[in-house]
Nanobody, 128 residues
Framework: QVQLVESGGGLVQAGASLRLSCAAS????????MGWFRQAPGKEREFVAA???????????YYADSVKGRFTISRDNAKSTLYLQMNSLKSEDTAVYYC??????????????????WGQGTQVTVSS
């Protein structure tokens, strides 16, 4: 069992940057598939970014088209922490951001059903 706690959200102006963190406790996340999702008011939870461990070749990273080139997902296995660096923020990035993890093989990286563990979320608000 792993517990995930997000931090780093806040209120910023359009064009600014934020870095979200997701601290994992209870187990190392080095072999976990990890992801970031977000949910805006009145909308479904949507995929933002994912990082997947590939044997012998490190991590693969995946991004939603809406954030590609602006957001970067990374992790520090020694600190059991997942990050989401968000640059050039737009008002449409406003949402609650959730960290997710899975130690199961398979599943698609962008589906909420592929992840077993979720954090409580952190609010990101971008004013235009």
């Amino acid at each position: 069992q792993v517990q995930l706690v997000e931090s780093g959200g806040g209120l910023v102006q359009a064009g600014a940057s934020l870095r979200l963190s997701c601290a994992a406790s209870g187990r190392s996340i080095s072999n976990y598939n990890m992801g970031w999702f977000r949910q805006a008011p009145g909308k479904e939870r949507e995929f933002v970014a994912a990082i997947r461990r590939v044997l012998w070749s490190g991590d693969n990273r995946y991004y939603a088209d809406s954030v590609k080139g602006r957001f970067t997902i990374s992790r520090d296995n020694a600190k059991s922490t997942l990050y989401l660096q968000m640059n050039s923020l737009k008002s449409e990035d406003t949402a609650v951001y959730y960290c997710a993890g899975s130690n199961r093989a398979g599943g698609t990286y962008d589906a909420t059903e592929s992840y077993s563990y979720w954090g409580q979320g952190t609010q990101v608000t971008v004013s235009s």
